[in-house]
Nanobody
Framework: VQLQASGGGLVQTGGSLRLSCAASGRTSSTYVMGWFRQAPGKEREFVAA????????YNTDSVKGRFTISRDNAKNTVYLQMNSLVPEDTAVYYC?????????????????WGRGTLVTVSS
């Protein structure tokens, strides 16, 4: 499966962005989908993940109440709605797909990765 993330950009503190991750090849409903991010000089970190059917989600604590992950399997697309953005959210955001049923927050559990999309939050 090939993954293409989009929707990044420059936004002011308190603003919103919606990231999209389009999957091609095998249908995305085969995979658990996740979002990760990597800020300059920092390690890649887990942001959110969603089950194959979309009925279960999991967010890291720092984004709970602000970010929402969702998916539309008919469109083979996963979304990350980001609200109340703060400068600490500035990072390159990556989407990833997992074939198995391992830990959703562990980046090594994911089998496919898309190119990132840059999110910059100005103060």
């Amino acid at each position: 499966v090939q993954l293409q993330a989009s929707g990044g950009g420059l936004v002011q503190t308190g603003g919103s962005l919606r990231l999209s991750c389009a999957a091609s090849g095998r249908t995305s409903s085969t995979y658990v989908m996740g979002w990760f991010r990597q800020a300059p000089g920092k390690e890649r970190e887990f942001v959110a993940a969603i089950s194959r059917t979309g009925t279960s989600t999991y967010n890291t604590d720092s984004v709970k109440g602000r970010f929402t992950i969702s998916r539309d399997n008919a469109k083979n697309t996963v979304y990350l709605q980001m609200n109340s953005l703060v400068p600490e959210d500035t990072a390159v955001y990556y989407c990833a797909a997992m074939r198995g049923a391992s830990s959703w927050a562990r980046d090594t559990a994911y089998d496919y990765w898309g190119r990132g999309t840059l999110v910059t939050v100005s103060s």
